[in-house]
């Protein structure tokens, strides 16, 4: 079954750190770009960070650059976001997708939640 999961999320304070995990099962995420999208409460889901298969080109929103930190290994068919320095502002579901190289067809997780609060 062609799954993707999302773990790490959780309660965290301003200025704090999470590292998020999108595990793939069923299918080897090596060809795959991999995308960050988050999700706030009454808001429209949003890119946060993308990475290209090979791992050589990354991307970020704008609100996160220089906090954040998208990689991969794809020996342990993972990709991580590295968050940190974390702000009221970053509570939302969090979302990974892996796009298929050549159908464009997204695979989605079911998403964590991040809640940043004191």
């Known amino acids: 079954q062609v799954q993707l999961v999302e773990s790490g999320g959780g309660l965290v304070q301003p200025g704090g750190s999470l590292r998020l995990s999108c595990a793939a099962s069923g299918f080897t995420l090596d060809y795959y770009a991999i995308g960050w999208s988050r999700q706030a409460p009454g808001k429209e889901r949003e890119g946060v960070s993308c990475i290209s298969s090979s791992g050589g080109s990354t991307y970020y929103a704008e609100s996160v650059k220089g906090r954040f930190t998208i990689s991969r290994d794809n020996a342990k068919n993972t990709v991580y976001l590295q968050m940190n320095s974390l702000k009221f502002e970053n509570t939302a579901v969090y979302y990974c997708?892996?796009?298929?190289?050549?159908?464009?067809?997204?695979?989605w997780g079911q998403g964590t939640q991040v809640t940043v609060s004191s």
């Open positions: 997708n892996a796009r298929h190289p050549i159908t464009r067809y997204n695979y």
